[in-house]
């Protein structure tokens, strides 16, 4: 099984909400960060966000701070991407990913899910 498995995708309108979810299924990653990246088609892969290993403090990109929020719960070894208010701008293939390094919004990761789709139509 793989380490990092995210859900949630689907396709939505503009200014519609969305949950997704990633699964640290064997803890590897629970006392390390936890971060979001999104690739939107032709376009490189891009930050979206991150979460300590305690869930206390995160870090967001421009484009969707004040839209998106991530959550940490250590009980259930997920970390979620709420995501609102959403854009046609925000289609693209959503990933968890772990392993961490770089740092700030330069973040880049070592370990990836399979990623997930979401389709924000106009």
């Known amino acids: 099984q793989a380490q990092l498995v995210e859900s949630g995708g689907g396709l939505v309108q503009a200014g519609e909400s969305l949950r997704l979810s990633c699964a640290d299924t064997?803890?590897?990653?629970?006392?390390?960060?936890l971060a979001w990246f999104r690739q939107a088609p032709g376009k490189e892969r891009e930050f979206v966000g991150l979460?300590?290993?305690?869930?206390?403090?995160?870090l967001y990109a421009d484009d969707v701070k004040g839209r998106f929020t991530i959550s940490r719960d250590r009980a259930k070894n997920t970390v979620d991407l709420q995501m609102t208010n959403l854009k046609p701008d925000d289609t693209g293939v959503y990933y968890c990913?772990?392993?961490?390094?770089?740092?700030?919004?330069?973040?880049?990761?070592?370990?990836w899910g399979q990623g997930t789709q979401v389709t924000v139509s106009s």
């Open positions: 064997r803890r590897t990653f629970s006392g390390s960060p």
């Open positions: 990913a772990g392993d961490l390094y770089g740092g700030g919004l330069n973040t880049r990761a070592r370990t």
């Open positions: 979460i300590t290993y305690d869930g206390i403090n995160t």
